[in-house]
C-alpha cells in the first residue's frame, strides 16, 4: 500500500471518531436547548398563575436568555436570569454529575450542556447550575433550588412543579420571605452616598 493510500485509510478512521465525538457532544447540548426552551414553557406558565395570585411577575426569552421578575409591590421586587451556554463539556461537580460517570471521565458520550442563573440579590457569580446530559438526565444545586434532577421529558406537569419551586423562591428573595432575610453591611457609607441616592448598604441572608 502506497503512502497515499495509507494516509486515506488513516484519515478515514480520523473522520468516523471526529464525527462520532462530534456527535455525541451535539447531543448533549441539543438536549440542554430542549431543558432550557421547556424552562422557559414552564416558568412562564407559572407566570400567569403567579399574576392571578396577585403578584406582578413576568417571565420573557430573548435568545439564550431567559428573565423572569416578580414584583410583591412597588419598589419590591426581583429578578433572575437564565443563560443557555453553547457547546458541551465533561462535568467535575459532584452533585451535577451524571449517575453513571465519574469526575475524571471525558469521553464525548458523558459530555454535559449547561445553564447558568443569576440573580443581582446574589451578586455577580452564577447562583444556579444546570447541567443536561445525552441522555436527557439534567441535574441542578443552587440558590434557587438547592439540588434537584430529572428527565429532559418529563411531564408537563412535573417541570411546571420544578418552575413553580423557582418562582416561590424567587417570591422569597423580593418579599424577604421563607427564611430569606437582609442585615447590614459593614460597608462604609459615606454622606455623599446618600446625598447621591446610593442604595443603603445591606446583604442578603439565605437560608442554607
Not at 441522555?135 to 429532559?152: I, N, P, S, Y
Amino acid at each position: 500500500m502506497g503512502f497515499e493510500d495509507s494516509a486515506l485509510t488513516r484519515l478515514r478512521r480520523y473522520r468516523e471518531e471526529a464525527d462520532r465525538s462530534l456527535a455525541l457532544a451535539q447531543e448533549a447540548e441539543d438536549n440542554a436547548r430542549r431543558f432550557f426552551e421547556r424552562l422557559f414553557a414552564g416558568l412562564e406558565y407559572v407566570a400567569v398563575i403567579g399574576r392571578q395570585a396577585g403578584f406582578e411577575v413576568e417571565a420573557a426569552q430573548a435568545k439564550d436568555l431567559i428573565t423572569l421578575h416578580v414584583v410583591a409591590r412597588p419598589g419590591v421586587e426581583a429578578r433572575v436570569a437564565f443563560g443557555l451556554l453553547r457547546g458541551a463539556a465533561a462535568e467535575t461537580d459532584e452533585d451535577l454529575m451524571h449517575e453513571e460517570l465519574s469526575r475524571y471521565s471525558l469521553d464525548p458520550s458523558g459530555y454535559s450542556g449547561r445553564i447558568l442563573g443569576w440573580s443581582e440579590a446574589a451578586g455577580e457569580e452564577p447562583c444556579q447550575t444546570f447541567a443536561v446530559y445525552r441522555d436527557g438526565v439534567w441535574k441542578t444545586k443552587g440558590l434557587f433550588v438547592a439540588k434537584a434532577h430529572g428527565k429532559v421529558d418529563d411531564s408537563d406537569d412535573v417541570l411546571n412543579g420544578f418552575c413553580l419551586r423557582i418562582l416561590g423562591r424567587l417570591i422569597d428573595l423580593a418579599a424577604l420571605t421563607g427564611g430569606v432575610g437582609r442585615r447590614w453591611d459593614a460597608t462604609t457609607y459615606k454622606l455623599l452616598d446618600l446625598v447621591n441616592g446610593e442604595e443603603a448598604p445591606v446583604e442578603f441572608r439565605f437560608p442554607r
